[in-house]
């Protein structure tokens, strides 16, 4: 069973705003389908657009946000997950603080009264069958670690057994998910992190190779495993191969050999444990179903995270997260309306 605090983690704290638009949407602010980018000037003006004449809904995201929520769900036991972030002194940081209360996280705001609460657009297309994801950090660019300074703090990343970032946060703070994976990797305890974006394997490869070396457990889908290949010159597009060369990459806690898990959409999730490559098919789900499919990705690693943090084997991990992703593409948004009920 799962304790208070056994999942820890960083991340960029984001209110989602979330509406379903066409291809011209895109087009008018440069962005693509089935991509997650930084905003820049030129998409500023998008966010009042689509409040002004979208149909909105305000969800708390942020990829890790996403994640614990998820974990919070499945468990269905307060407080299993500790979050530590920034947030803006305003509105959108009390719809933050209170979305994640309402989901039983435990989020530690590092709150900057300077900068406001940091906002995702999810653009969502094609009948909710691909999403555009334009994040304006805001706020949550200016987590450091001083908030680790805080004793309270560090005695909660002190207390958890389990930790996990996505990649998104080497954007922001990569010393701070260099401390946690440094603090998991002398405590022989799990840290977990994700590719996130192929962007960051392109243009954050420096920090994303810092962490590797403490990384445990590697998540990542189809599109982002043949960037970090790019990036690596591992030479293949080969999913199963990039995994399997990913795992081997350089590890300081050598007792413990990397898990490598990528999903593929309808397709079977690769997962590359002790050297062998295993195929795990989906939980196959009709395309009138399928509602958005935004969070997805973010919902099967907390799927798989709430059975990890409770020691169960990989097999049933994988099926948590078949199950959590499945569900949440049937939503609109990462909103859980039902109890979990995985069996």
Not at 153 to 160: A, F, I, R, S, T
């Amino acid at each position: 069973m799962a304790s208070e605090g056994d999942l820890c983690g960083i991340g960029n704290p984001l209110l989602d705003i979330s509406a379903n638009a066409d291809e011209s949407f895109l087009k008018k602010y440069d962005l693509e389908a089935n991509n997650a980018i930084l905003t820049e000037d030129k998409h500023l003006p998008m966010f009042k657009d689509m409040i002004d004449n979208l149909e909105v809904e305000y969800i708390p995201g942020g990829a890790t946000q996403n994640t614990f929520r998820v974990v919070q769900w499945v468990l269905d036991k307060p407080k299993v997950c500790t979050f530590f972030g920034c947030i803006g002194e305003d509105d959108y940081g009390k719809k933050l603080s209170e979305g994640m209360a309402s989901a039983g996280c435990n989020a530690r705001y590092q709150i900057n009264k300077e900068v406001s609460t940091g906002t995702c657009a999810c653009v969502i297309t094609s009948g909710g069958k691909n999403r555009s994801l334009a994040a304006n950090l805001a706020a949550a660019n200016h987590f450091n670690e001083s908030h680790f300074e805080d004793k309270e703090n560090w005695d909660l990343v002190v207390k958890g057994k389990l930790f996990y970032s996505a990649g998104f946060h080497l954007t922001v703070s990569p010393d701070s998910m260099l401390r946690m994976a440094k603090y998991a990797a002398e405590n022989n305890k799990i840290y977990c992190t994700n590719l996130s974006a192929p962007f960051l394997c392109q243009f954050f490869s420096e920090p994303m190779m810092k962490l590797m070396p403490y990384v445990d457990f590697l998540f990542g889908n189809e599109t982002e495993a043949v960037s970090f290949s790019e990036a690596q010159n591992f030479g293949t597009k080969d999913v199963k191969e990039i995994a399997l060369k990913a795992a081997e990459l350089e590890k300081v806690n050598k007792g413990r050999k990397r898990t490598v898990v990528f999903t593929q959409g309808d397709q079977a999730t690769i997962v590359v444990k002790d050297g062998e490559v295993t195929e795990y098919p989906i939980l196959p789900i009709k395309a009138d179903q399928i509602v958005d499919t935004n969070g997805a990705g973010d919902a099967f690693v907390g799927g798989f995270l709430a059975q990890l943090v409770q020691d169960q084997d990989i097999a049933r991990c994988v099926a948590c997260g078949h199950y959590a992703a499945s569900y949440i593409i049937q939503q609109s948004g990462t909103t859980m309306k039902d109890k979990a009920d995985f069996k």
